[in-house]
T-cell receptor
Framework: DAGVTQSPTHLIKTRGQHVTLRCSPI?????VSWYQQVLGQGPQFIFQ???????GRGNFPDRFSARQFPNYSSELNVNALLLGDSALYLC????????????FGPGTRLTVL | GENVEQHPSTLSVQEGDSAVIKCTYS??????FPWYKQELGKGPQLIID?????GEKKDQRIAVTLNKTAKHFSLHITETQPEDSAVYFC??????????FGKGTRLHILP
């Protein structure tokens, strides 16, 4: 079975630009979560989506938004990029909303210049 | 909110010896404790997890212990091998909805 896939693998943007990151969960998984991992730190929770609805949000500004599509894939959008948004963005999928294990994708490395 | 502390930040172990990584959490409502291994350029990979109704769990060379009273949990790797070199993260969550990670431990297996 294919694992969680993310695209693109790498991305370079400049300050003020907008970025869209994509994630496809494991087949049969209905929940997708997004995490930001700054170099040298553990991943930080951004959003969780389940059945196309936002079920949780971390402590991130409104410049960060996401959505989940009918096929359970998801997009993370970041507006007005700042240098501090440079990080590895990870997507994790889970079969249901709770009582299950989250499996992570390889991440998208975003560099903001 | 939940806070997870992890130590040590770096650990060097002779090949064949055991490695122990310790974590504490703050929210007594947390009931799920996964451990992830992250290799360079890859996403975190789940290696073992434990739920609050269990005190210990073992999978081959890897074991995790949980002390809910003290809010401590630990990862034990026995008979370490070169491929165990990586960054390890402990984490805690309530019903798996939002996983709070520790800052990670970089494990070096020395030849």
């Amino acid at each position: 079975d294919a694992g969680v896939t993310q695209s693109p693998t790498h991305l370079i943007k400049t300050r003020g630009q907008h970025v869209t990151l994509r994630c496809s969960p494991i087949s049969g998984h209905k929940s997708v979560s997004w995490y930001q991992q700054v170099l040298g730190q553990g991943p930080q929770f951004i959003f969780q989506y389940y059945e196309k609805e936002e079920r949780g949000r971390g402590n991130f500004p409104d410049r960060f938004s996401a959505r989940q599509f009918p096929n359970y894939s998801s997009e993370l959008n970041v507006n007005a990029l700042l240098l501090g948004d440079s990080a590895l963005y990870l997507c994790a999928s889970m079969r249901t909303r709770s009582t299950d294990t989250q499996y992570f994708g390889p991440g998208t490395r975003l560099t903001v210049l | 909110g939940e806070n997870v502390e992890q130590h040590p930040s770096t650990l060097s172990v002779q090949e064949g010896d055991s490695a122990v990584i310790k974590c504490t959490y703050s929210d007594s409502a947390s009931n799920y404790f996964p451990w992830y291994k992250q290799e360079l350029g890859k996403g975190p990979q789940l290696i073992i997890d434990i739920r609050s109704n269990v005190g210990e769990k073992k999978d081959q060379r890897i074991a995790v212990t949980l002390n809910k009273t003290a809010k401590h949990f630990s990862l034990h790797i026995t008979e370490t091998q070169p491929e165990d070199s990586a960054v390890y993260f402990c984490a805690a969550s309530i019903e798996d909805d939002k996983i709070i990670f520790g800052k990670g431990t970089r494990l070096h297996i020395l030849p």
